[in-house]
Every structure is written in structure tokens, then in C-alpha cells.
């Protein structure tokens, strides 16, 4: 089976910056997504990473190395809308997704 | 903003029940997704639909049911449920099966067996 690991909880200052890490094991690799999911709404998509770098799109970035099995989710400049819950998820050989439990990121003023 | 609808977004049944959850994708999506959110656990995915033909069971008990009449409408129907199946269920879609795109979620449906 898959085995994807990221933290329960974090907490930051508003405008602040946050890193949520997550280390991998999958059969085959197919790229790795990042989903942000705020309480009783659906996941949405942030970010995708194939090959080894960051991507970057305005406040959030996301880094992948493949090697390593890691990835992470940058978020910068906090904002208290930023509260939410953050899914990393990867697609294996068979196009299958599968997910970590989710990082709640808590905003504090 | 999103392409993918569900109804109803909140169900409550007892497990004598017979009830179906219902998804429809506006995005001219091929591939559907069932999933199963449970509180503090990761997302499962219970049912993958590929123009309109069923490609991945994982492991489901036969008290789901899904069914997808055509691309655009996926349906889960639920019968003698237990109180642990109470959780999240979102229906997601994506253009491909094999794309790279990523996948759209609807808002859920949170599910109560009583």
C-alpha cells in the first residue's frame, strides 16, 4: 500500500510564512499534489509537482524531490483565510491517488 | 467555484436504511471518484468510474453500490449501513483517467447511520 506522512497540526502568525513537509512511499510515481481543504467544503486544488524543483504560484510554492520521496508546501504571507486543512496526495503508477490524513494550519492574528 | 455537484449535502439514515448519494460533474469529465473522508484519517478512495465503466473497487463492502448511467452522473446507493460508514463521501472527476490534470471535488456529503 501507499504510505503518505505529514504533520497533524501547525500554527502561525498572520504574515508569517509556513512550511508543511511530507515524505512518501508509493508504488510508481505519477506526480504529487497539494489540496487545500477548508471545514465542510471540498478539497480544492493548489499545486502539482512531476519532476524535482519548487513551483511556485503567487503566495503558496511547492518543492518535490523525488529521490527523497519529499515534498513540501510553502505559504507565505499569512493570511487568516489560510486557516484550513492542507491534503498532500500522490498519483502512483496506476493513476490512483492516495492521501495523507492533512495538515490543519491554524492562523493566529 | 466548482464544476461538481452533490446532493444531498447532509444525510442521516438508520441502518435498516435505503438511501443513494448522488454527483454530477458539469466539466465534460470522463472519470469519476468516489472517496470516503472519516474524521482525522486520510481520504479513501472507494470507487473509480472511466467512461461510465467501473475500473477500480478498492476493497468496498457490497453495502455500497455505485452506479454511473453516463459521464456526467455518478450515484452511490447505501443499504444496511453501520454506524462506523458515517463520514464524508465526495465525488471528484477529473477529463482522463491518465492525465496529468488534476482532479475536482464536489462539496461532499456528510453521512450519519444512526
Known amino acids: 500500500g501507499q504510505n503518505i506522512d505529514q504533520p497533524t497540526e501547525m500554527t502561525a502568525t498572520e504574515g508569517a510564512i509556513v512550511q508543511i513537509n511530507c515524505t512518501y512511499q508509493t508504488s510508481g510515481f505519477n506526480g504529487l499534489f497539494w489540496y487545500q481543504q477548508h471545514a465542510g467544503e471540498a478539497p480544492t486544488f493548489l499545486s502539482y509537482?512531476?519532476?524535482?524543483g519548487l513551483e511556485e504560484k503567487g503566495r503558496f510554492s511547492s518543492f518535490l524531490s523525488r529521490s527523497k520521496g519529499y515534498s513540501y508546501l510553502l505559504l507565505k504571507e499569512l493570511q487568516m483565510k489560510d486557516s484550513a486543512s492542507y491534503l498532500c496526495?500522490?498519483?502512483?503508477?496506476?493513476?490512483?491517488?492516495?492521501f495523507g490524513a492533512g495538515t490543519t494550519v491554524t492562523v493566529r492574528a | 467555484e466548482t464544476g461538481v455537484t452533490q446532493t444531498p449535502r447532509h444525510l442521516v439514515m438508520g441502518m435498516t436504511n435505503k438511501k443513494s448519494l448522488k454527483c454530477e460533474q458539469h466539466?465534460?469529465?470522463?472519470?469519476m471518484y468516489w472517496y470516503k473522508q472519516s474524521a482525522k484519517k486520510p481520504l479513501e478512495l472507494m470507487f473509480v468510474y472511466n467512461f461510465k465503466e467501473q475500473t477500480e473497487n478498492n476493497s468496498v463492502p457490497s453495502r455500497f453500490s455505485p452506479e454511473c448511467p453516463n459521464s456526467s452522473h455518478l450515484f452511490l446507493h447505501l443499504h444496511t449501513l453501520q454506524p462506523e460508514d458515517s463520514a464524508l463521501y465526495l465525488c471528484?472527476?477529473?477529463?482522463?483517467?491518465?492525465?496529468?490534470?488534476?482532479?475536482?471535488f464536489g462539496p461532499g456529503t456528510r453521512l450519519t447511520v444512526l
Open positions: 496526495a500522490v498519483r502512483d503508477r496506476d493513476y490512483k491517488l492516495s
Open positions: 471528484a472527476s477529473s477529463r482522463l483517467l491518465e492525465s496529468v490534470d488534476t482532479q475536482y
Open positions: 466539466l465534460g469529465h470522463n472519470a
Open positions: 509537482n512531476v519532476l524535482d
